[in-house]
C-alpha cells in the first residue's frame, strides 16, 4: 500500500514538473479534480516515460546536474541576475572551501556578429552546491554576469576547463526591456478610441465580394475623419484555407506566421497594370456578372472570392515572372526586390509555399484529400527527399505562393502608412489567434511545436455549458524553450508588421491552457502551465523592436495575479462592459476601470451590445438546441433581464441616463437610443487608455460573427456589415451613429490628434 501510495506521488510530483495541475476551479468556484489516468494521458502525449514516476523524476534532475548550463536564458535589462551558473563534474573531494583551478571564458555574440570575451579567475567563481548524479560528484558554480549588453539576443559560448577536462556550451540568451512599448500618446494620461471591424465584412461598389485593403484604406480615411478614432480594430488576418464552414475561422487558421490572400486588391497591384490576361479576365462580361453576384451576396462567399482571386493572381504572377525573374537569373529591379524579400523571410516562406504548392497539387490529384496527413507519408516531412524534389519540379509554383505574401505585405503596409498620415497613433490594431489548424500549413513544418494525442479547450462556463473544445493542439513548451523562442519571437515579429497594435488572443496561453486529452470531454480537462516570465520577456522584446502596443485578451478564468503580472510588463488589460463587475456582482462605475487596459462592450464570440439587450443570442442557442434543458433556457432568459436592470441602475447612477428611463418597458426590451449612447458614453469616459467599440455596436447590429459550438448551424466569420463603404459617407442613419460616437470620443478626450 505505501510503495503504491509513493507512486502516486511521485507521479504527482513529475505532473507538477511538467506543469500539469491536478485540479481547477471552474467559474462556479466548483473543484474538478484531475484522474491519475488522465495525468499519464497527457504526461505519455509529452513524451514523458510515466511506467517509472520516480525515475523519470530522476532522470529531470541528473539532465538539470550534467550539462554545463542552462541551454536558454530570458532575462530583463533591468533585473539581470547578478551571477551566471554553471555545473561540471568534479573527479575527488566536494566543497565550499576548496580550491578549484578554474580556466573560465564566455564569448558573447550579438545579432550583428560582434564578440566580447570575458575571462574570469578562480578568485571571482562562488561555489553554490553539489549533487551526486550516478556516483559522480557536480558542482555547481557562478561568476559574474556580463554587464552593459543592450536589448537583444545574443549566443553566449561558454568554455569552462578544470584540471585536463573541458566543457563547452552554447546558451541562446535574450535580453529584454522590462515592459512592451506604448506609444507616446498613451503615456502619462494619453487615451485614444478605436472601431474594430472584421476586414472580409466590408462592402463596395468595387470589391469582389469580400473587403480588402483598398476597402480597409477608405475605411481608415472615414474612421478617422469621420469619428476622430486612433484605432481601427481588425480580425486576424492569418492564411485559411477558405472552405466553408470548417475552414474560414479567422481563430483557426493554417498559419499564423502569413496572410490570406483573398484580403489583396488584384486591380491595385503593380503588377496588374501591366498584364493584359489579367485585365481581360477580369472585365470579361461572366467575371463581371460573377462578382457583382458575390458583392450582393448576404455572406461572404468565401470558396467563389478564393477562387476567381486566384485565377487572375495567376495570370499576374506570370507575366511578373516575364517581365521581372529572368530565366537565366537576370532580375530586373522589382524583382530584385522580390528576391530581397524572399530572401529575409528564409525558411519560414519557404516552407508555407511549399504547403501551399503541395496542398492544391494533392488536392488536384485527388478531390477527396483536404489535409496534410492524407498526402503521401513521404510528404510528411518538410525535410524529406521527396519534398525536395518537389520543391526543384515545381519551384514556379512555390514562388507564387512567395509573391503572394509580398504583396499581401505591400499593401497592408500602405493602409498602415495612410493611417499614420492622417494622424494615429496607433493605426492598425492586428490581431494573433490562440490556435493553428492541425491540418495547416504550420502544423505540417513545426508540428514538433505542438502537443499530438492533445486538444485545447475551456471548462464550462455561462456562454457554454459543457465546456468546450477548440479542436487544436497545445504548444509543446519544451520545444519552444529550447528553440531559444526563435519561433515565438518570429510568430510575434510577423505579426506586429503593419500595425501599431497586437492583440493576443487568449493571453493567459502564456501562463496556461486547458488541456483535453483524446477521447474525454472538455468538463475532463485540466489547466497545463508554461514559461510565461519567458514568453512574457520576448513579447516585450519584439513589441519595443516593432513599436508595437500590446493587448492581451484575459477573459474567462483568470489564474491568480495573472492581470498584475501583464500590468508589470506593460501589456494592456481587455475589459468587457458585460464582465466588469463587483465582488457581489454589481456592475462596476466607470472610475474603476483600469488605466492600462482597453475597454469594450463585447467580443467576436459574445452577443452584440443590440443583440444582448433583445435575448436574440439566447434565443438562438435555444433554436439550435445548445440549452440542455428548457429550464435552464429560461434561467439564461431571468439571468438577462436582472443584468439588464443592472446594467441601468449602474448607467443611472454615473450620470449617463436619466433616472426616468428605468419606468420604461421598452428600456429593457430593445435598445434605445438613450440606452446606446449612455452605455458608448460610459465606456469611453473610463480610465482605460484605449476604448474600442465594433461596427456591431456602433451600428447596433444584433449579428455576432461567431456562435461558439456551432459550425454549419450558423454562419460564422461569414457576416457582412450593415453599411457598405458608400453608406458610410452619405447615409442619415450613419450620421446619426457618428454623431454619438464622436461626440464622446472628443469629450473623453480621446480624439485623434489633429482632429476637431
Known sequence: MKTEENEQQSLANLAAAYGIQRSYFDVYGNVHEMSLKTIKQMLVAMGVEVNSPEQALQRLEKRSWTRLAEPVLVESTGRLPSEFLFQVPIHGSSGEQLSRNFRVRLVVTGETGTSMTYAYKPEQLTFKESRNIDATTYERWGFPFPEGLSHGYYRFSLSVALDKEEYQQIISVALCPESAYLPPALRVDGKRAGIAIFLYGLRSQRNWGVGDFTDLKEFIRWAIESLHVDVIGLNPLHAISNRRPYNISPYFPSSRLYRNFIYLDIEAMEDYHFCPEAQEFVQAETTQGLLAELRSAKLVQYEQVAAVKLQALKAVFEKFVEHHWGNNGAKTPRGARFQAYIENEGHLLDNFATFCALDVFFHEENSDVWVWRQWPEPFWDPFSGEIQDFRQRNWEDILFYKYLQWQLEAQLQEAQDLARSLGASVGLYHDLALGIDPGGADNWAYRDFFVSGVTVGAPPDDFSLEGQDWGFQPPNREKYQNDGYGQ?????????????????????????????????????????????????????????????????????????????????????????????????????????????????????????????????????????????????????????????????????????????????????????????????????????????????????????????????????????????????????????????????????????????
Not at 519567458?534 to 484575459?554: F, H, M, N, V, Y
Not at 487596459?597 to 452584440?608: E, G, K, N, R, Y
Not at 439587450?613 to 442557442?621: K, Y
Request: net charge negative.
Open 488 to 756: 515565438f519571437a518570429q510568430e510575434i515579429r510577423k505579426n506586429c508588421q503593419g500595425g501599431g497594435a497586437l492583440r493576443i488572443d487568449h493571453i493567459m496561453r502564456f501562463f496556461r491552457l486547458f488541456w483535453i486529452t483524446s477521447g474525454q470531454t472538455a468538463r475532463d480537462g485540466t489547466y497545463v502551465d508554461d514559461y510565461y516570465q519567458d514568453l512574457l520577456g520576448i513579447l516585450a522584446l519584439e513589441s519595443e523592436r516593432a513599436k508595437t502596443l500590446i493587448i492581451g485578451e484575459d477573459l474567462g478564468t483568470v489564474p491568480p495575479q495573472t492581470r498584475e503580472i501583464l500590468a508589470q510588463f506593460g501589456i494592456l488589460s481587455y475589459r468587457l462592459f458585460y464582465f466588469e463587475r463587483d465582488e457581489q456582482g454589481s456592475f462596476k462605475e466607470p472610475e474603476s476601470y483600469p488605466s492600462l487596459a482597453l475597454a469594450a462592450v463585447s467580443t467576436h464570440d459574445l452577443p452584440t451590445l443590440a443583440g444582448f439587450w433583445t435575448g436574440q443570442d439566447i434565443s438562438l442557442r435555444n433554436d439550435l438546441g445548445m440549452f440542455p434543458s428548457e429550464g435552464q433556457f429560461h434561467a439564461a432568459l431571468q439571468k438577462r433581464w436582472e443584468d439588464k436592470k443592472q446594467i441601468v441602475q449602474r448607467l443611472v447612477s454615473s450620470g449617463y441616463l436619466a433616472e426616468e428611463m428605468t419606468g420604461r418597458q421598452e428600456t429593457y426590451t430593445q435598445l434605445t437610443d438613450e440606452i446606446h449612447n449612455a452605455i458608448i458614453g460610459f465606456l469611453l469616459s473610463t480610465p482605460a487608455k484605449l476604448a474600442v467599440l465594433s461596427q456591431e455596436d456602433l451600428f447596433g447590429d444584433t449579428r455576432q460573427q461567431n456562435l461558439p459550438g456551432t459550425t454549419s448551424e450558423y454562419p460564422n466569420w461569414s457576416t457582412k456589415m450593415g453599411f457598405s463603404l458608400e453608406d458610410l459617407w452619405r447615409d442619415p442613419e450613419v450620421e446619426h451613429y457618428v454623431r454619438v460616437f464622436r461626440h464622446w470620443v472628443d469629450r473623453s478626450g480621446r480624439a485623434v490628434l489633429g482632429s476637431s
